[in-house]
């Protein structure tokens, strides 16, 4: 039977389950979204692409709210989603708080699709996100030969609740131990530019002189353009190199070729691979328990031909 006629039969097959004798199925699928905090441009941009990427779907309906920041609102949103009977949880949570909100709905039998950061334990359907632990390991390497091994650095960290902030963070302190790069201030600026600020006020306050800071990796591209900025209204911005993580094209990728930031690291944010993840579930197709999505580096050298992979 060639592919056609196989799929046309699916398709009289769900029709008849659907009780509508004759008639093609015209079931359509409901997709609750919960974005953490659509106000920071990555998610915006996620929220986006979960918008475009579903508007390719006919049979899709996207419901997206978004947390603005706030534990409890997020995890209402998945209760709200339970009670609606949704066909699919969509989720990029705040922190790890929203493990036992995200586990409730897979034990209610709702398919839980989870994006970046992580809950913990295994109660949800699928895991979609970049490699943080090798983003931090790749930025270590980056920043102990951009440094010819040896400087100290700032380390703006994201939000210690949430696990990209430590694996953005161990494998990048690995990277540099056995050279002389050394971390001479650390905080955490909770993923929010407007913190990354006021920590970076903190950390020239603390090393005042000129020259004592060689370079800041900020664990996303808000942060390392926050400190980029408050080093430049300080006098200091010349001193130092700026390393950051996201690499959006308007915002990481632009900051590059203006010469704000040396380098950024790619953190793609999976939307796409979410609403194909929830075709095939809808399709009873079996989905990976987790898909690991790849990075790139931009510096000022590659930009211009698309930056380059790096990492397994
Ligand atoms: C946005 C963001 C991104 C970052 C990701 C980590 O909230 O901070 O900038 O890469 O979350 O989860």
């Known amino acids: 039977m ?6 046309s039969m699916g398709v009289a097959v769900l029709g008849l389950a659907g009780g509508a004798l004759g008639q093609e199925a015209k079931k359509t699928y409901t997709i609750g979204f919960s974005q953490c905090n659509s106000a920071e441009p990555w998610r915006a941009q996620m929220d986006a692409d979960m918008k475009a990427a579903a508007k390719g779907h006919v049979e899709i309906r996207l419901v997206a709210k978004d947390a603005q920041n706030d534990r409890a609102r997020q995890m209402s949103h998945v209760k709200e989603f339970v009670t609606a009977k949704v066909d699919a949880i969509v989720i990029s949570p705040l922190d790890t708080s929203l493990t036992q909100a995200v586990a409730e709905a897979f034990d209610a039998g709702i398919p839980v699709i989870v994006l970046d950061r992580k809950v913990l334990g295994d109660k949800y359907t699928v895991f979609i996100g970049a490699d943080n632990r090798v983003i931090g390991a790749e930025v270590g390497k980056w920043v102990a030969k951009a440094l010819g091994g040896e400087g100290n650095v700032v380390e703006l960290k ?4 949430s696990t990209p902030a430590a694996d953005r963070s161990e494998p990048f302190r690995e990277a540099i131990k056995g050279t002389k790069v050394k971390v001479v201030y650390d905080a955490d600026m909770e993923w929010l530019k407007s913190k990354a600020r006021e920590k970076m006020q903190a950390a020239l306050a603390r090393n005042p002189e000129t020259g004592s800071i060689q370079l800041v990796y900020g664990a996303n591209d808000p942060a390392a353009i926050a400190a980029y900025e408050v080093a430049k209204d300080a006098g200091r911005e010349k001193e130092m190199k700026f ?4 690499a959006l094209p ?3 990728i632009e900051a590059v070729r203006k010469g704000i930031l040396d380098a950024t690291f790619e953190y793609p944010n999976g939307a ?3 609403v ?7 399709a009873g197709r079996t989905a990976p328990k987790s898909i690991t999505l790849g ?3 931009y510096t000022k050298e ?3 031909k698309g930056g380059e992979k790096v990492g397994p």
Do not use: I, K, Q, Y
């Open 2 to 7: 060639n592919r056609r006629c196989f799929l």
């Open 158 to 161: 994201g939000l210690s609740s």
């Open 243 to 246: 390393v950051g993580v996201d």
């Open 250 to 252: 308007n915002e990481g």
């Open 272 to 274: 796409r691979e979410a």
């Open 276 to 282: 194909a993840t929830a075709l095939d579930v809808f």
């Open 295 to 297: 990075t790139r580096l």
């Open 302 to 304: 590659n930009v211009d």
